[in-house]
């Protein structure tokens, strides 16, 4: 996050003179936003940077014990600079918070400089090798250059020059969401990966006596479990190619100065980073269960997997509140549509009339056809929308003011937000297909894939379905055995399915995910390295458990 902080809010003299020391690990960088007090809530940030005009510098203070920096990574041993995000105050004004450019460490002995004390927050769920630390400043003196000001400037005299948008501080925060979207892909496609090769080489229970026991892929609930993730890997993996891409472009507009489409690309990541982390972080514990007691054991990969995703839910803007932020806009539309205003891309449908249920167009309406279905998503999202506006504005209309009547339906806002994102991840893997160059046999399977995405989210969300009318009772039943039909075609090419997410071994971690499927005699040999089997006999025999038991025996 340093790099690219830097790479997005420097100026060209400052780019000069920062970026090469970072691209050469001359100095090593962190992102110092959150406090012991405050990591949501942004403007209550309390660190500060007063400018002194008469030596042109900021001084940088951590007034509190609440505005202590806590939990940037590799700020605790490591970096020796970091971007601090302080509240600037200049000529007896604050503008809210900057980001500043700040030395911690000497770059000779590595030392912490005068008025910087640093260290690790201590051991946490995950992330071992992560020095995630903390940072008090007492009255810190840096140049008055290390302030980025790319967007917003304080001259030598004091003078405050404020942002185009003051929210492109923000930058780095959608640019790393961006990347959760795709680091929630590349985790679920381990995951898959570990249960399912595991799975194939894992047989157990006759199913008649005498019978060999079946590989646990061909239980019809074992793929249950496993295939809709599987199919939910390879959406993900679609859906993060066009977010980065509306990202790329959206980018592109903000370095020519156009900012028309900041809210849109803020509304659309945040409502992927915490749809896509939430899905992913559930999926993998139920691919940890799906390989029975071994899923336990450090050997099959799980337990780091999880550890070391699990925070993806909350760090890069907690999930609750990044789903609020993506409804905010989705009611914002509403209101926009309504007052005749055109709606950008991403939720140009929100002006639709989708009140009719869906007859499905001449065809009629076809449960297997993935078009149509997507068309019951969109419908099912603009409902929610629709209702969670209406539920703001009766708030308004009782008397609340808008911020309070967002509060009061904040629930069904995230709702909202959830099945916006949902719409967007389903339709983006069916048109992804539609344009992907592919053999026949390969676009057969993905469309079985897609398949199963679109009809597994429509029966575990039925009751969202059925409420509106969008379906009837029968035609969700319908729709669940549709998936349940397409477990035995998927099984066919499981196991290349996610060979073809070409993990080497060495990142996989797993005993039970290895490609050449050799996992008892490997889990064996794992077992060996246990530090308890350094000797056969344990020194704590020594020490209690061989006295205990003599004590016992002379009793006798
Ligand atoms: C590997 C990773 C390691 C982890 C690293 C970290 O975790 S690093 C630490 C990561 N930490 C976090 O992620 C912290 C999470 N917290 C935050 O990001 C924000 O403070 C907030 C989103 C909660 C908004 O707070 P708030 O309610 O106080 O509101 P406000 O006054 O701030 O904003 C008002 C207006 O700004 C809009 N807007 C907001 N963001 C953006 C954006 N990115 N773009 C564009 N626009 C944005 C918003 O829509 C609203 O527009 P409106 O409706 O007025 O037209
Ligand atoms: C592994 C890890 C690495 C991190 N790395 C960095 C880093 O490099 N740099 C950095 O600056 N920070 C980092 N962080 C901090 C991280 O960004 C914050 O913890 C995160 O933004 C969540 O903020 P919080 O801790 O204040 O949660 P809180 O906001 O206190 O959330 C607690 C609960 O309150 C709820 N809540 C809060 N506000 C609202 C609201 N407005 N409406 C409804 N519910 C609300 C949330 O939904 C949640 O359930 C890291 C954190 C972790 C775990």
């Not at 200049?90 to 918070?97: F, S, V």
């Not at 009719?356 to 998503?377: T, W």
């Not at 390969?442 to 079985?448: D, M, T």
Request: charged share 20%; proline share 4%.
């Amino acid at each position: 996050m340093f790099i690219p902080t830097l790479e997005r809010q420097c100026t060209s003299e400052q780019r000069e003179k920062f970026l090469p020391l970072c691209y050469d690990y001359r100095i090593i960088g962190t992102y110092a936003q959150t406090e012991l007090g405050h990591g949501t809530f942004l403007r209550g940030l309390e660190t500060t940077a007063h400018y002194d005009p008469n030596t042109q510098e900021f001084i940088l203070n951590s007034p509190t014990i609440s505005s202590i920096k806590w939990w940037p990574g590799a700020l605790g041993k490591t970096s020796t600079h970091a971007v601090v995000l302080a509240q600037l105050y200049t000529l007896g004004k604050c503008h809210g918070i900057h980001p500043f450019v700040v030395q911690l460490r000497s770059l000779d002995d590595h030392k912490p400089l005068r008025g910087i004390t640093v260290g690790d927050i201590g051991p946490k769920m995950g992330f071992g090798p992560n020095d995630n630390g903390y940072l008090k400043l007492h009255k810190h003196r840096i140049p008055r250059t290390n302030m980025l000001m790319k967007y917003s400037q304080v001259s030598p005299d004091g003078t405050y020059t404020k942002p185009p948008r003051s929210t492109l501080t923000y930058g780095t925060m959608t640019f790393v969401r961006v990347l959760i979207v795709h680091g929630s892909a590349i985790a679920l496609a381990k995951a898959s990966t570990i249960a399912i090769r595991y799975s194939a080489v894992r047989r157990q229970s006759e199913l008649r006596p005498g019978e060999p026991e079946p590989q646990i892929l061909s239980y019809p609930t074992q793929q249950h479990k496993l295939f809709p993730l599987l199919a939910t890997a390879y959406a993900f993996h679609f859906v993060q190619l066009a977010m980065m891409k509306i990202y790329t472009d959206v980018n592109d507009q903000i370095n020519n100065s156009n900012f028309s489409r900041i809210q849109e690309l803020h509304a659309l990541s945040s409502g992927l980073k915490a749809f896509t982390s939430w899905v992913t972080n559930a999926g993998l514990e139920v691919c940890r269960m799906s390989c029975g007691g071994h899923g336990y054991s450090q050997a099959s990969g799980f337990p780091r997997l999880y550890a070391d995703f699990t925070p993806s839910c909350t760090y890069e803007g907690e999930n609750t509140v990044l789903m609020l932020q993506s409804a905010r806009y989705l009611v914002k539309c509403v209101r926009d549509a309504r007052s005749g205003k055109t709606l950008p891309g991403t939720v140009s449908y929100l002006s639709e009339d989708v009140s009719a249920v869906h007859s499905g167009g001449s065809s009629g309406r076809d449960l297997s056809n993935l078009d149509f279905l997507i068309s019951l998503y969109k419908q099912r999202a603009s409902n929610q929308v629709h209702f969670a506006s209406d539920k703001v504005d009766r708030g308004i209309s009782a008397g609340m003011d808008l911020v309070g009547a967002l509060n009061s339906a904040s629930v069904h806002l995230v709702s909202a937000a959830k099945a916006h994102s949902h719409y967007f991840i389903a339709k983006t893997f069916v048109e992804s297909l539609k344009l992907l160059k592919a053999s026949s046999e390969l676009q057969n399977v993905l469309h079985q894939l897609a398949s199963v995405y679109v009809f597994e989210g429509i029966a575990q969300s039925s009751g969202d379905f059925i409420e509106d009318y969008i379906l009837s009772g029968s035609e969700a039943k319908t729709i669940r055995q549709l998936a349940v039909d397409l477990l035995p075609l998927i099984r066919v090419n499981a196991v290349s399915l996610v060979d073809a997410f070409s993990f080497r071994d060495e990142v996989l971690q797993s005993v039970l995910g290895r490609y050449d499927g050799n996992v008892y005699e490997n889990l064996f040999k794992w077992a060996q390295n246990s530090p308890l089997n350094k000797t056969d006999v344990h020194p704590s025999y020594h020490k209690y458990l061989g006295p205990l038991l003599k004590r016992n025996q002379s009793k006798l």
